[in-house]
């Protein structure tokens, strides 16, 4: 006995179309559904890949900026790299700040001092005293040291003129290095031409009279 004869796979349109019209004739349903899947669908919109001059512009665009990034950021390598090490070099982890300029005591006494003795060091007259050719400012440093850091109260006699006022403590506002600077301003400006004061002399009175807590009077200045 012969097998029976397998159905075609593939079913010419014609047939179905016929099989339509006649509803008498009996159609291969599997084969229909079999050809309707071999038949390529209509692309979707969008899933379409780019042309290949727009990858290769994409690849071609990551390896210039890896490369950018890599020389002129100094992140891998290249100048800028070379450039960040020569400055750790110069300047290592720990090593000490540049030193700071000088005070300059006519910037210092500009901003602190002028607005009571006056830009030319004369004072005022019978309010504040003068400067120029004084006493306090040319006589023992030590002594001017500790008027400038704790101040004067009471009456004081300058140039001749006695002067009843307050002189205020300079030793929280200003360091060692700026009240002798100030200091070696006003024995050298003004008419004076007296020696230069140190830091180390001001740190030293500092220390000594570091228990002062009120202005000295003229008297015990004597």
Known sequence: MSAPER????????????????????????????Q????????????????WWFWAASVAALVFGGF????????FAGEAAVHAQ??????????????AEPASGAAIFSARCAACHQ????????????????????GDS?????????????PVTVGGATFNGAMPAWRDQLKDAEIAAVLTYVRSSFGNASAGVSASLVAA?????????????????R
């Not at 159905?7 to 008498?24: K, W």
């Not at 060091?121 to 050719?133: D, I, Q």
């Not at 030590?142 to 009471?154: D, I, S």
């Open 7 to 34: 159905p075609s796979r593939g079913v010419p349109p014609e047939e179905i179309r016929s099989a339509e019209e006649d509803r008498s004739r009996d159609v291969d349903v599997l084969a229909v559904h079999r």
């Open 36 to 51: 309707a899947f071999r038949e390529p669908g209509d692309p979707g919109e969008g899933a379409e890949s780019g042309p």
């Open 68 to 75: 950018y990034m890599g020389r002129y950021l100094g992140v």
């Open 86 to 99: 020569a400055v750790l070099e110069v300047h290592p982890a720990g090593a000490p700040a540049e030193a």
């Open 119 to 138: 830009a030319n060091g004369h004072g005022v007259p019978s309010v504040f005293p003068p400067l120029a050719g004084s006493e306090y400012v040319n």
């Open 142 to 154: 030590a002594r001017l040291v500790r008027l400038v850091l704790h101040g004067l109260t009471g």
């Open 205 to 221: 009175v500092r220390a000594a009279t570091t228990s002062r807590a009120t202005p000295w009077t003229a008297t015990e200045l």
